[in-house]
């Protein structure tokens, strides 16, 4: 042990020489680094100081696709050039089949669009985020409204060919909203979380001085701390990092704790900055910086960290348990619990994402399920989205015709529906289960669907006309009073057996059904409150 010590010891004083002679020592010649970066001199030199990350958060990626089953409100026209590219790649997808490219591209039943996203920089692939659709204005598409996407690629912007790599696909129903009918525009939507990321992407730390023994010490120090594999030496410039299990879904943090971790962590000068980063922590310094700098030094602070659990001030506390949650230690679980719980406290979300992200199992769920009892609804919808992230029982799940999903939670007695219009697509009944009044009549913002039910009625029945095939009757199917059923009998793809329907459905689309229950809600039909999530942002 002493023997390994000493080397250790040996090693650590011939990077340091080596460190000072090419001017990285605090007041030495090196590059001037931001201030977070670059600690007071007696406190040492940090990995943040030698190297820069690069890990970019989004990348803009583009693309061309097919959009299908439009009913006549297609275009068969295309540009030349993407009408090349869709042949290709249509040939490309469908290799062992003799399929005619123009056909489908021709055709008044399907549409030329473009494909817009902003894709997450993954942990790992197959993420989802969403993606924009449009007709190309070249075409004489007049409506998406009820299409879907055949899988496309999406490549980073303005790099669109067939030799370029792509960094996603995306495919799946097109939603249009029509929550405001009075604006929405028929020519353009999402493809809700149909963005698929395709390959892992790592971080990045260049070295601004190369040298292989930095580079190496750099390796092992990251390896000893986060787990063997975390961190890889390229070359004498150049690390890749691989965010750890356990900040999987906090790789910013991440990266904030390598650059703020020490290269020296001699006993004496770990005393001096524990002290020094509480007190910040805990008065009036930079509170962000000494959270994440008390973080990258590690357990040896959790003592000190366990005194501020007392402080009279509430983020303190907060980040104090967050800190040590991180850590491991899940000695700042009762206070941050105490905040979650809080209904006057500003900090609750903020605790309750930590407790999901860094607390055991069992109790991050336990919280969330407590908190879903709340009057408030965003942080009922906080614990819900915990439960969610959790796979938690209490989270009642069902997909619905393969395109969204149907989430009801009993354990709390505020009723509400909750729908998403980014990310998964899904209708969330908080209070399940919910009944419907038994004095019904509301339709869908085209008037092609219609829900009836008079007074005393002992079922609802729900009614879709084929706009497009006047020639065929409306087709009904009779529903229980249950907002569930209602759902279901709406969108599911029905199946019929021998003349009769062993599961009712009118494929009725997401973005209808979405307005129908908003309908519902606000005329009172429904005795619950209606919430829907923001569009996604992707201009």
Request: aromatic fraction near 8%; proline fraction near 5%.
């Amino acid at each position: 042990m002493r023997t390994y010590q000493h080397k250790k010891a040996f090693a650590l004083s011939k990077l340091f020489a080596v460190l000072f002679s090419v001017g990285f020592f605090i007041g030495g010649c090196g590059e001037p680094r931001p201030p977070e970066h670059r600690p007071a001199a007696e406190l040492g030199i940090t990995i943040g100081s030698l190297v820069e990350v690069f890990s970019p958060d989004v990348v803009a990626v583009e693309g061309y696709g097919l959009v299908g089953g439009l009913e006549g409100t297609g275009s068969g026209e295309c540009p030349p050039a993407i009408r090349a590219y869709l042949r290709r790649y249509i040939r490309q997808q469908l290799p062992e089949h003799k399929v005619d490219p123009d056909r489908f591209i021709n055709s008044r039943n399907t549409a030329v669009v473009l494909l817009r996203g902003i894709m997450p920089v993954a942990v790992s692939k197959k993420q989802y985020f969403d993606v924009r659709v449009v007709a190309h204005p070249d075409t004489r598409t007049t409506s998406l409204k009820g299409g879907r996407l055949y899988q496309a690629e999406l490549k980073s912007a303005r790099t669109l060919d067939m030799t370029t790599k792509a960094l996603a696909t995306v495919k799946g129903p097109v939603f249009i909203d029509t929550m405001n009918s009075a604006t929405s525009e028929n020519k353009a939507g999402y493809i809700l979380g149909g963005g698929i990321v395709l390959d892992e992407y790592k971080v990045i730390a260049d070295l601004l001085r190369p040298d292989f023994r930095t580079a190496a010490f750099i390796r092992d120090k990251l390896n000893e701390r986060f787990g063997d594999g975390t961190a890889k030496a390229l070359s004498e410039s150049r690390i890749e990092l691989r965010v750890p299990a356990n900040y999987r879904e906090q790789k910013e943090r991440f990266i904030s704790v390598v650059r703020a971790m020490y290269l020296s962590d001699a006993p004496e000068i770990n005393t001096k900055r524990i002290e020094g980063f509480v007190g910040r922590l805990g008065g009036s310094g930079d509170k962000e910086q000494s959270e994440i700098a008390l973080e990258a030094i590690g357990n040896k602070c959790l003592t000190r960290l366990a005194v501020l659990m007392e402080a009279p001030n509430e983020e303190v506390r907060l980040r104090a348990g967050r800190c040590m949650l991180n850590l491991g230690s899940d000695g700042g679980l009762g206070a941050l619990r105490r905040i979650a719980m809080d209904g006057a406290s500003p900090y609750r979300t903020e605790a309750l994402e930590a407790i999901t992200l860094a607390a055991s199992r069992n109790d991050a769920a336990g919280i969330s399920r407590r908190v879903l009892r709340d009057p408030d609804f965003d942080i009922r919808l906080a614990a819900y989205e915990s439960l969610r992230k959790l796979d938690d029982i209490s989270v009642m799940r069902t997909v619905v015709a393969g395109d969204f999903y149907l989430e009801q939670i009993t354990q709390t007695r505020y009723k509400a529906v909750y729908v998403s219009r980014s990310g998964q697509p899904r209708i969330v009944l908080f209070g399940a289960p919910i009944r419907c009044g038994e004095d019904i009549f509301v339709e869908s913002a085209d008037g092609n669907v219609t829900l009836n039910a008079r007074p005393g009625a002992k079922y609802v029945t729900v009614i879709r006309k084929m706009a497009q095939r006047p020639d065929i009757p409306p087709i009904q199917f009779k529903s229980s009073f249950e907002l569930s059923d209602i759902i279901q009998t709406l969108c599911e793809t029905a199946i019929v057996k021998e003349g009769f329907a062993v599961r009712p459905g009118l494929n009725v689309s997401y973005a209808d059904a979405i307005y129908i229950l908003k309908q519902m809600c606000e005329k009172g039909m429904v005795d619950a409150e209606f919430r829907a999530g923001p569009l996604p942002k992707i201009d």
